[in-house]
């Protein structure tokens, strides 16, 4: 869908008013929603780790078969999990699945409204496993928010794809070799998420690395050396050289859970050494879910001085299974600490529904403002359709 431009400018009460009846109107036009795996159900649903229900060491993309059960299950409590709702189950070698998400919604920035159609992800994902050994491939198009847009044959990409030596699934060693993020932060499947886009980790800005995971019963240790996407139409960011180190513990009870973390990026215009913390706090009793990531990062240049940065993110999700699930956040993104005009804020709510096994519908909304105008802000309407395989 072409973005459209909307004139005159409405007031702000009457834009955040325009902005949510759109959202509205679009969640009650595409109800259908789909399951996939986000950081918040690590504490929440009985898993104590993101590989319990993912192939990766790290979380996110392919989910494994009790990622896939807890879909149906526990998640919506409802459908069928697995590949194509269990109507073909491929051999034991090999394993396949795949995300198409698209989205709609409305954006005032800048004396303009904007209303946004587009699609977010098509991929699919292919693991062939032979032995302690598997090849592992994401593999689809990029999404496309802004005109003008490419050829689909520039929006081919492959976000991962690498080997991984892994010799008893969801314990003790593996390594991997390839295209894929370091293991880094809370690891939201939202790339807008300041602490991920900000942070190196924004779409398409994966490097090639090489990782050695080891997941105790309470503790799990990542540490990574990357390089840069060698084929720059395949890639976005930064192309940076660096090392990412991260160590997660786990409390007895499997209802908190906090981690230490760095990373260095050393590129040919800059150096920038990143340190931080991240915790979750799971409340059984009122089915809440706290989260909390903070960053600090220094950026030094060849010439001129270095400068502080700092990224956070305070989040408090309640769970209400099955079907629902509600977060409230605060971001904070500075890209310079010696300049108190230079920092950006946002607030924002998402609700997450998932009636059946392999939909969901996000509905988020934003508000964001740059340089500490709070008079101003920018806002962001969105609905997302997500389908899983």
């Known amino acids: ?64 078969a009790f990622g896939r059960d807890e879909a149906g299950s526990t998640v919506s409590q409802r459908g069928d999990g697995r590949l194509l709702h269990g109507l073909w189950q491929p051999p034991s070698w090999l394993e396949l699945g795949g995300d198409l998400r698209g989205a709609l919604g409305v954006k005032d920035h800048e004396d303009r409204t904007r209303v946004l159609g587009f699609p977010m992800q098509a991929d699919l994902y292919t693991r062939v496993v032979v032995g302690a050994w598997s090849a592992n491939v994401i593999a689809g198009l990029r ?56 942070l190196g980790q924004h779409t398409l800005e994966e490097p090639y690395t090489v990782a050695l995971a080891h997941q105790g019963e309470r503790s799990e240790l990542h540490a990574s050396l990357f390089a840069p996407q060698p084929v720059p139409i395949l890639g976005a960011g930064p192309r940076a050289w660096g090392g990412a180190l991260s160590y997660e513990r786990r409390a ?86 010696a300049l108190r005009s230079s920092s950006r804020g946002a607030a924002e709510l998402n609700l997450q529904v998932f009636p059946l096994a392999h939909l969901e519908l996000h509905l988020l909304g934003r508000l964001e403002a740059v340089g500490n105008d709070f008079d101003h802000p920018s806002l962001l309407g969105l609905l997302q359709l997500h389908y899983y395989l």
């Not at 679009?26 to 229900?53: H, K, M, S, V």
């Not at 490419?150 to 892994?166: D, G, K, N, T, V």
């Not at 760095?262 to 050494?273: L, P, Y």
């Not at 220094?298 to 699930?325: E, H, I, K, N």
Request: net charge positive.
């Open 1 to 64: 869908m072409p973005v459209t431009r909307v004139a005159p400018r409405p007031r702000p009460l009457a834009r955040a008013a325009l902005a949510g009846l759109c959202a509205g109107l679009l969640a009650l036009i595409a109800w259908p929603r789909a399951a996939l795996a986000y950081p918040q159900f690590q504490l929440t649903t009985g898993a104590d780790r993101c590989e319990a229900c993912h192939v990766s060491p790290g979380g996110g993309g392919l989910l494994n």
């Open 143 to 198: 999404g496309v928010a802004r005109e003008p847009r490419p050829e689909l044959l520039y929006r081919l990409a492959s976000r991962e794809h690498y080997l991984m030596y892994q010799p008893e699934a969801g314990s003790g060693l593996s390594v991997r070799l390839g295209r894929f993020f370091p293991v880094f932060g809370l690891r939201s499947q939202d790339h807008t998420a300041y602490v991920r886009r900000y």
């Open 252 to 337: 007895r009870e499997d209802t908190a859970a906090w981690a230490v973390q760095s990373r260095v990026a050393v590129t040919g215009e800059d150096v920038r050494a990143a340190a931080g913390v991240l915790g979750k706090l799971w409340v059984p009793t009122s089915q809440l879910l706290l989260l909390a990531e903070l960053d600090v990062q220094r950026q030094s240049f060849d010439v001129g001085a270095a400068r502080w940065q700092l990224a956070g993110y305070l989040g408090a999700t309640r769970m209400m299974l099955p079907g629902w699930m509600v977060t409230g956040a605060l971001q904070l993104w500075d890209p310079d600490l």
